[in-house]
C-alpha cells in the first residue's frame, strides 16, 4: 500500500482506540478511505467528503465498497451497475456513482446527521490534523460544548477554532497519538490485510448507512439528554431529607482551568 507510514499508524489508533472502547466515532473529512481500510465498522465512522473506495447507487441510495480507488471524482457516474436488491428481490436498476463531494456539492446528510448527534453526546472531542477552516463540519465539534463536553484540537498550525477550544496542542498528530497510546499502553499491531474490505479476496462489501442504524443513534442521544436533564435537575434541587446520599452526590465541579499547550511534552511530563 502506498500509504505514509505516519497517516497509516493514525488510522490504526483510530481502529484500537474504539475498539478498546476509549472513542466512540470518528468523523473524518479525509477523502482517502484509510479508516474503511483499517478495518473500522461502519457504525463508528462518518465520512463527510466522500471515500475514494466507496461508491454510492443512484435509486437506492445503497454504498458499497470498491476494491480499488474509483476513477472519478465530484459524485461522477462510474457505469458501474447496483450490486442491491429491491424489496421483490429483483437486481436495483441503479447506476454507481463515486462519492467524493466536489466544493458546490452538500455534504452527506445521512454522515452529518450522525457527526452531529454523536458530537451532542460527547463528553470530549478530539479535532486532529485539521484546520478547522471548511463550513460546516468545522462547528461539528463544538457542539459537545452543549452539554458540558470539551474540545481538544491537536494541529501543527493556529486554527481559527483555537480560541473556542478548552486545549490547544500545537505539534504532530502521530507524535501525540503514539505517546498517548503508550500513555494507555496500548500496542499498536501493522495493517491487516483480512480486516480490509478493499482487499480483492473480500466479498463485496455494503458501506450504507441505512434509516435503522439513523433512528438508533437518534434514541440513543434523545435517552443520553434525558438521562443529563434528570441528572442536572437533581443537582439543582437535591433531597436534604435523603440520609443515604453521599454529600459529594450533588456537588457541582467547576470545569478544570483551560490550557494552551504548545508541546507534547507538556502533557507526556
Ligand atoms: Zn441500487
Redesign the pocket.
Known sequence: MLIKEGHYLLIIIFLYIIVLGYAKYVVSQNIDGLHLKSGLLRQYVSEVHGNMFTMK??????SYVSKTAVKTVGQRCLNIK???KNKNGHQ???I?YDTILDWEHQLPIEELELSELHSKMADLCICLGTSLQIQPINLVPFNAKKNKGKVVICNLQKTNCDRKADLVIHTYVDDLMMSLMKILGVDIDKYDEIKDPTNINHEITDWSIYETDLKKVREIKRNTTKSKKRKKSETKFPNPESETESPHTNQILKPSKISKLNNIDNIIK
Open positions: 447507487c443512484n435509486k437506492c441510495k445503497r447496483c450490486f442491491g436495483c436498476r441503479g454507481l
